[in-house]
């Protein structure tokens, strides 16, 4: 059964920066995309950062230049670091995977409904 765990959230002041983790278990064959999504309160859930197979990325706009998505494949683990944070990047952060074929980074999509694997999310919180 697959399982994605994250770690690594806390609290920072603006400018500063954080690390986030998330180790895979139980998968057998490799993900087509791993990615990092984040919800605030009251808002949807949006995607922030993309990898797959091809190791092409992805960022949304508001943290291009700021965080950067990479893994370890030999540590089955996905990281964000996450530099220059602001106080609207206070969100919980969830690590998702996916078998998908059109969560790859040329389909151009950032839709949380082509990932069928979820961690259970982290607390990232950016104080001014």
């Known amino acids: 059964q697959v399982q994605l765990v994250e770690s690594g959230g806390g609290s920072v002041q603006a400018g500063g920066s954080l690390r986030v983790s998330c180790a895979k278990f139980?998968?057998?064959?490799?993900?087509?995309?791993m990615g990092w999504f984040r919800q605030a309160p009251g808002k949807e859930r949006d995607g922030v950062s993309q990898?797959?197979?091809?190791?092409?990325?992805k960022y949304a706009d508001s943290v291009k230049g700021r965080f950067t998505i990479s893994q370890d494949n030999a540590k089955n683990t996905l990281y964000l670091q996450m530099n220059n944070l602001k106080p609207e990047d206070t969100a919980v952060y969830y690590c998702?995977?996916?078998?998908?074929?059109?969560?790859?980074?040329?389909?151009?999509?950032?839709?949380?409904?082509?990932?069928?694997?979820w961690g259970q999310g982290t607390q990232v919180t950016v104080s001014s």
């Open positions: 990898i797959d197979d091809y190791d092409r990325t």
């Open positions: 998702a995977a996916s078998y998908s074929l059109t969560c790859r980074v040329a389909y151009g999509r950032n839709n949380p409904g082509d990932f069928g694997y």
């Open positions: 139980g998968y057998t064959t490799r993900f087509t995309c």
